[in-house]
């Protein structure tokens, strides 16, 4: 383990990781844990000549501030260091000045949450366990299931029976014992806890194993480091558990702390109507996060009981940010716009990133002055049901040139 420790978000009790701890004794499921490293040291492996020297072209290349061990054995998927556009169209249409589109969606099992998969089965193989559990919308899932393929690990994985057929088949084709469970995201996780509880698997329960939103936090870094540390002033993300957004927080944290950027961007998080309890706390100035029901056609961020909404107030509140919520039309809308404008194809949780920063940009919320980022957390393949919901269908043309002309020619008056 690098030299880190684990601090309570909620009552602020440190705890040695080597404990074995996972959330807070005292405060429960809801004491999600930060990690915290040795700034000093990780500052002189760290800098910016080291890292403009290095070759390592993937989330490694922050290992300074990553919870592994040196000479650990690593999967051999390449993760991170995942492309970003500047998009002038979108920031002209929105009167901005940069729009910065992170595409998250090319990591190898197309979602964000392939950075938290691979630190957890490095983690795993590192204390020789041989199974490796979570509960997920989906892309959690696939994403571990991946990963234990690639280093041989078992995976059993649990998912709400309503998850996306692509996520699922995902999860087939890499082998793992997946359990479609019969109740919403919030019934899976909890037989999922009591399994892994019960036989004591690796657990990749990103809300639960602090060091996975270690992993996470590498998008972050990357956003800061491929802007030459310029960091744009606010970055959107997508809200289901909170994980992404703690992350997200977390990233640029840490690069404050070691001196790489001077400031830490304002994080917005982003919600749909139908499942969004942390911005309804948010927005209320609340303490604490009321569940509920939720409803979107954003599968991965159909979350009710957010279970990393310590994190993640912590997150929108540290960095002076804030939230949005935006509807299921609006999700669909942005879904069809942001591939026209950039050609990136987003799911429909990814999506929603961006049509937060539609929705802040139309009701004057925005500077002409600001840079933004949109973290695209998933591929848009992932779900193309939904993606056929936010475009008209193809025309059908008999194989010939007369029909052709003529269905071109109605188009044209
Ligand atoms: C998991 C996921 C999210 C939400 O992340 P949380 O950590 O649950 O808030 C957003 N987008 C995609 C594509 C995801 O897979
Ligand atoms: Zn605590």
Not at 80 to 101: F, H
Request: with cysteine; proline share 4%; glycine share 8%.
């Amino acid at each position: 383990m690098a030299d880190c420790l684990l601090r309570c978000a909620l009552c602020g009790r440190e705890f040695n990781p080597e404990s074995r701890v996972k959330t807070c004794p005292d405060c429960g499921i809801d004491g999600t844990m930060h990690v915290l490293y040795d700034y000093d040291e990780a500052k002189k492996r760290m800098g910016r000549k080291e890292l403009a020297a290095s070759f390592d072209f993937s989330l490694w290349r922050y290992s300074a501030l990553l919870p592994v061990k040196e000479g650990a054995r690593r999967p051999s998927l390449h993760v991170g260091w995942t492309p970003i556009y500047s998009v002038s169209g979108i920031a002209r249409e929105y009167g901005v000045r940069e729009v910065l589109v992170k595409d998250d969606g090319r990591n190898p099992t197309a979602s964000l949450k392939d950075r938290a998969s691979c630190i957890a089965v490095t983690l795993a193989l590192q204390e020789g366990q041989e199974t490796v559990a979570c509960a997920s919308t989906g892309n959690a899932a696939s994403s571990l299931a991946g990963f234990a393929a690639n280093v041989g690990l078992r995976s059993v994985i649990f998912v709400p029976e309503a998850a996306p057929a692509a996520k699922v088949t995902q999860l087939l084709v890499f082998g793992a014992n997946v359990f479609l469970v019969g109740g919403d995201y919030a019934a899976t996780v909890r037989l999922a806890i009591k399994a892994i509880e019960r036989w004591g698997w690796y657990d990749r329960n990103c809300a639960i194993n602090p060091f996975l939103v270690e992993g996470k936090k590498t998008c972050a870094m990357e956003i800061a480091e491929q802007c030459g540390w310029d960091v744009p002033d606010k970055v959107f993300v997508s809200v289901g558990d909170g994980c992404i957004i703690s992350s997200t927080y977390k990233g640029f944290y840490d690069l404050h702390r070691v001196g790489l950027i001077d400031r830490v961007p304002q994080v917005i998080g982003v919600q749909a109507e139908g499942a969004s309890p942390i911005h309804r706390a948010v927005q209320s100035g609340a303490r604490t996060v009321v569940f509920g029901p939720s409803r979107t056609v954003a599968d991965s961020i159909d979350v009710g009981a957010p279970h990393n909404w310590a994190k993640a107030l912590n997150a929108v509140r540290s960095s002076h940010g804030d939230t949005v919520a935006v509807s299921d039309g609006e999700i669909l809308a942005a879904l069809a716009e942001l591939p026209r404008r950039s050609g990136v194809f987003a799911e429909p949780a990814a999506a929603a990133a961006y049509a937060g920063f539609v929705k802040m940009a139309r009701e004057g919320r925005l500077q002409a002055s600001d840079r933004i980022a949109v973290i695209v957390s998933g591929n848009g393949l992932k779900d193309v049901v939904a993606a056929q919901e936010a475009v008209s269908p193809a025309r059908k043309i008999a194989p010939d040139m007369a029909a052709l002309e003529n269905a071109l020619g109605l188009e044209k008056a």
